[in-house]
């Protein structure tokens, strides 16, 4: 009788585990498929969110660049549909959004003596949005202020006689 009920006592735990690993399946599954369902749901409806999108300038001032401590990004803080904010964050950090530098207000910064400027983000959320092309509406841009600075293009031009070499660049 021991080794009927030892033997009995052996096979049960292993049905009931396999009965505990099906209903932990089961229930990450439903689990998985109420997440999707409130995820769906809540792209329908308005929301707010913040995006990363690069950014580069154009139109500078002529012989001038931008050097390099400028921002590359800026985080927009945007309001709309679910499904555009959704389109927005996949669609956003390949394409950059373009300033303007002859149609943008910067000023130069106070007691400067480099060619150090700064712009206001708040001027640039109707620019920023229509180049968007969404439906969502930007209500904040991080950083409020855009620090930059110019530094000349400095060209050297050699003036080079045909025929004649002007260097060591062909020793043999």
């Known amino acids: 009788m021991k080794e009927e009920n030892d033997i009995r006592n052996e096979t049960v735990p292993k ?7 099906r209903d932990v399946f089961v229930f990450a599954f439903f689990l998985l498929l109420s997440f999707a369902f409130w995820y769906i749901n809540s792209l329908g ?23 390099l401590e400028a921002f590359e990004k800026l ?12 389109k927005l964050k996949v669609t956003g950090p390949g394409t ?3 300033i303007d530098i002859s149609k943008v ?8 003596k480099n060619l ?14 229509i180049q968007l092309r969404s439906d ?10 855009l620090f930059f600075s110019f530094e000349k293009v400095i060209t050297k031009t050699s003036k080079a006689e045909p025929g004649k070499k002007t260097g060591n660049l062909f020793k043999k």
């Open 15 to 21: 049905k009931g585990v396999r009965v505990t690993n």
């Open 96 to 98: 950059p959004l373009s």
């Open 75 to 86: 985080n927009l803080y945007v309001k709309g549909q679910g499904f555009s904010i959704l």
């Open 136 to 145: 969502c509406e930007i209500t904040a841009i991080k950083p409020d202020t």
């Open 105 to 112: 207000n910067y000023k130069k910064v106070p007691g400067s």
């Open 45 to 67: 409806k308005v929301i707010e969110a913040e995006v990363k999108y690069p950014i580069c300038y154009l139109n500078l001032p002529k012989d001038n660049v931008i050097a």
């Open 116 to 129: 150090n400027y700064y712009i206001l983000t708040s001027g640039l959320a109707k620019s920023l949005t």
